[in-house]
């Protein structure tokens, strides 16, 4: 190991005492001796060493990094985006069933010698999806909601009578609805009746 490295090792080692100690002002002195190499020592090499003049450590406090702003816009926005894709699903799945429709009775035909009872049918291209039903409204009022394509109902008063139909879907959100279809009933056969007693013996 030669001279100049142990100077330097010793530099750094005097500095490291003196920080170590708080000592900002001690005294460090470089030696020179005759064949050039230089060493550091704290002591004084003779009465007339003067110490170097060492610049001051620069001690950087470490910052504390704030976290970022909240920004509640962007929250909001985020939302807005579930929510708008959420519409347009909504739209996609309602334009599969917009040709919903009920397939029967046909609008205003007449319907006699089926004991006043109606079968109702109700057709899409589409399967149902897991949780839709079909709720049937006869003359304003609304049928235990179903999934089976028709319905028959019991027998009903002659004359007019009104249907239509609504798809929901598993949250209760309407998917698509009917047209309101009229239909007539004509009146109830008494050899209708004897009939089905008949078929009955």
């Known amino acids: 190991m030669n001279n100049r490295f142990r100077g330097f090792t010793a530099l750094l080692t005097a ?3 003196l920080v170590a100690a708080g000592a900002v002002q001690a ?3 470089k030696v020179v001796d005759e ?4 060493t550091y020592t704290d002591k004084a090499p003779g ?17 504390k990094t704030a976290p970022p702003p909240t920004d509640p816009g962007a929250a909001e926005a985020e939302n807005a985006g579930d929510d ?3 519409v347009m699903s909504m739209r996609e799945v309602r334009r599969n069933y917009r040709d919903f429709r009920i397939v029967s009775p046909a609008h205003e035909q007449t319907i006699s010698g089926t004991g006043n009872a109606v079968t109702i049918a109700w057709d899409t291209q589409y399967r149902l999806q897991p949780g839709m039903t079909v709720t049937i409204y006869l003359d304003g009022v609304a049928q235990a909601p ?14 007019a009578h009104e249907v239509r139909a609504e798809l929901v879907d598993s949250s209760g959100r309407r998917v ?3 047209e309101t279809i009229t239909f007539f009933i004509q009146q109830w056969s008494v050899n209708f009746e004897a ?3 008949s078929q009955g013996n």
């Not at 009465?47 to 910052?63: E, F, H, T």
């Not at 179903?146 to 004359?159: N, V």
């Open 47 to 63: 009465p007339d060493a003067k110490p170097m003049v060492l610049r001051g450590l620069s001690i950087i406090a470490p910052q």
């Open 15 to 17: 500095l490291a005492l």
């Open 176 to 178: 698509a609805a009917t």
């Open 146 to 159: 179903t999934t089976q394509s028709a319905m028959t109902t019991e027998r009903l008063d002659r004359g």
């Open 84 to 86: 708008q894709q959420e």
């Open 27 to 29: 005294e460090v002195y």
């Open 35 to 38: 064949h050039g190499n230089v």
């Open 195 to 197: 009939q089905q007693q």
